[in-house]
């Protein structure tokens, strides 16, 4: 009776085996995922950073316009008093 407990414990190696195999192989699939989320978590700081820094320059650039706008009308004003002197 040697034969059929030898295959059964061949079997259950078998299957310890596989089991742990497929543990490691899931194993290796979430630390790949957790790197990969870290990685575009980093990415995404970066475009935020980016963002940020762009959003300010729009800001200024309204400043500056609006700043622009304000001495163009002094211009004309001070044109128009010249324009109307003797």
């Not at 543990?23 to 979430?30: G, K, P, S, Y």
């Not at 870290?38 to 316009?65: C, F, M």
């Amino acid at each position: 009776m040697r034969g059929p407990e030898a295959a059964d414990a061949a079997s259950r190696d078998a299957s310890r085996r596989l089991t742990f195999g497929v543990a490691v192989a899931l194993m290796v699939q979430f630390a790949g995922v957790f790197i990969w989320a870290g990685s575009i978590s980093a990415r995404l700081q970066a475009l935020e950073r980016a963002a940020s820094t762009h959003s300010t320059d729009h800001v200024l650039l309204a400043r500056v316009e609006t700043r622009v706008e304000s001495i163009a009308a002094q211009l004309d004003r001070i044109e128009a008093q010249l324009e109307d002197q003797p």
